[in-house]
């Protein structure tokens, strides 16, 4: 069947199972949109292209499926940079397609001619320049393979004018043949045995668990390995839904901002075992003062990750589920078939409870006080669904919705850890909730980042995506106040925001919204009612929350865990 080199694409995505894309048509990329008129795949056209990244991004969190994105050359290939970057740093499976000037202009700076594929190299696991449209759908299958085996990431199809234009025989490659390119391997059995062995003979073991768990869909096989064992999970940011949030082995949050019972057993620990976690600064802390009488065993999919930061006494490069299973079955065989015996752990988890009981998480609402963000965050939890999706931006926001939310469901967690990306969280939201159509999604955002893809808000009204978002409005860049306050004597350089500039209520109801505002606590729980009964449209709330108000407990970059900061009176430092 004879077909063009655009028509191959679309019927590619097709057969790769895509239902779902987001983008924006522009010149270079006209000729594959044209024969997306007549294709089973829904089209999401969004109002900036990084909306379209993090739209993809969103959809593979919630679903695990690969997003999809489709933008044209130059300036869009550039717009989508930074959801790539963000989609590498946490793993994310994610498909780009990028229009491209036609090969003979490639070189001669046509308009919007960019070395996207140059541009690209460092934030994308691989990407292809199409050279013949023949060509087109191995390269399509070959991308949605890198994208979701072994360690999940981005990648980028660049496809010239001309070459979508070029007609070819349509076929469907039977497989995928790249040299090169390592399939994840079985957990050696040997490793597996070494590992058992280790977490037998700790007396003050903890299980560190990051993003690779909900990458593995190995959330099972972790609560069965915790149950086993009796050892206390810590969830890192990224994984945060991975274990439950209510099993009394559950620490929550560990690092700069985490638990002070996570972060503290994480540092008088002698074992840690670390499921899919990469040892990330803002876990450690001072390196060489993190965990430092622990042994370590560290599963990750990914080999270059087994010793990169943290030597690792016993290291497994395998998929996380298949390693859990894997030790678990071999603690299973020691206790049947040797003479071991777990050490008594009751004085270590004595200590742990001690520390849960003296140091919560705490913050202070007074009635006629001024609305705490935290008082927000624990409101929205207990007036939605227990599956409900909360999706967040970057900053202060973000912290507090890791702390005071309760995960008890994996999937349910989708944030910007490793790049940070302020502004993440209304297009992600939007992503997240067209791959979860029946679920309730909130994203919970600060005025900084609402004000850097709001516009999304457009796309999800034209799209009838009714996603609900809740902005803790301080009036402040508030995370990078608090460092000023805290580390540079109150010089509070360029962080003032205004509460009233933009007026996100109006704001909210120019894009189609219903808009919100809450300034008293005892309307916050009845206009989160409020804003959940609309189904047919977004919600925006306006909750204008206390400025002072800073995130505890807190590390200072580049000290040790030991140094945690509980809260802002003197002395709350805990060693």
């Not at 390269?139 to 004018?161: H, M, N, Q, S, W």
């Not at 008088?268 to 003062?289: E, M």
């Amino acid at each position: 069947m004879q077909m063009t080199g655009a028509q191959a694409l679309i019927k590619s995505l097709e057969m790769e199972g895509t239902e779902v894309m987001f983008g924006l048509p522009g010149g270079a990329i006209l000729p594959v949109y044209d024969p997306l008129l007549e294709s089973t795949i829904r089209h999401i056209l969004v109002r900036h292209e990084q909306g379209a990244g993090h739209m993809a991004e969103g959809y593979a969190h919630a679903t695990g499926r690969p997003g999809v994105a489709m933008v044209t050359s130059g300036p869009a290939a550039t717009n989508i940079v930074t959801p790539l970057c963000d989609a590498m740093l946490d793993s994310i499976p994610f498909v780009c397609i990028t229009g491209q000037v036609p090969l003979s202009a490639i070189g001669t700076d046509a308009f919007q001619e960019c070395d996207t594929t140059g541009i690209t190299m460092p934030v994308t696991k691989h990407n292809w320049l199409i050279q013949r449209a023949s060509d087109i759908p191995t390269v399509i299958r070959e991308a949605f393979y890198v994208a979701t085996t072994g360690r999940p990431g981005p990648v980028l199809v660049d496809i010239p004018k001309d070459i979508a234009n070029q007609t070819m025989e349509w076929y469907w490659p039977d497989g995928v043949d790249l040299p090169g390119f390592r399939a994840p391997q079985p957990p050696d059995p040997r490793l597996a045995r070494e590992a058992a062995r280790l977490i037998l003979a700790a007396e003050r073991p903890v299980i560190y668990a990051g993003g690779g768990i909900l990458k593995a869909r190995a959330a099972e096989a972790l609560r069965r390995l915790a149950e086993l064992t009796g050892i206390h999970v810590v969830t890192t940011l990224m994984a945060r839904g991975s274990f439950p949030d209510d099993h009394p082995l559950c620490l929550g949050m560990p690092g700069m901002h985490g638990n002070y019972s996570a972060v503290t057993a994480m540092q008088q620990s002698d074992l840690l075992i670390a499921l899919g976690s990469r040892f990330d600064d803002r876990v450690t802390g001072k390196v060489p003062a993190f965990a430092p009488q622990a042994k370590i065993i560290h599963v990750d999919i990914d080999p270059a990750e087994i010793g990169k930061v943290r030597r690792a006494d016993v290291g497994i490069a395998a998929d996380c589920r298949a390693a859990i299973e894997a030790i678990t079955a071999a603690v299973e065989a020691e206790l049947r078939d040797t003479a071991t015996v777990a050490p008594d752990r009751s004085d270590w988890n004595a200590t742990v409870g001690g520390w849960q009981a003296a140091h919560p998480l705490s913050y202070d609402q007074e009635d006629d006080g001024p609305l705490k963000p935290q008082f927000c965050i624990e409101q929205l939890r207990d007036h939605t669904p227990d599956d409900t999706i909360v999706v967040s931006g970057v900053g202060q926001h973000q912290m507090w919705s890791s702390q005071y939310w309760k995960f008890n469901h994996p999937y349910t967690w989708v944030n910007s850890g490793g790049l940070g990306t302020m502004g993440f969280a209304v297009p992600a939201a939007i992503g997240a909730k067209v791959g979860k159509p029946d679920r309730m999604v909130w994203a919970i955002d600060g005025d900084g980042c609402f004000q850097m893809t709001a516009q999304e808000l457009v796309t999800a009204t034209a799209e009838r995506v009714p996603i609900k978002v809740a902005i803790l409005n301080n009036a402040y860049l508030g995370m990078v106040r608090q460092w000023q306050e805290l580390f540079y004597k109150e010089r509070y350089s360029e962080v003032y925001l205004s509460p009233d500039l933009p007026d996100y209520v109006k704001w909210a109801e120019a894009m189609g919204c219903v808009g919100l505002r809450v300034e008293n606590p005892e309307d916050v729980a009845p206009t989160i009612e409020k804003a959940n009964a609309v189904d047919d449209r977004p919600v925006v709330i306006d909750f204008r929350v206390d400025y002072r108000e800073k995130v505890y407990p807190m590390v200072p970059a580049g000290s040790s865990n030991d140094d945690i900061i509980l809260g802002p009176a003197e002395g709350e430092g805990g060693h």
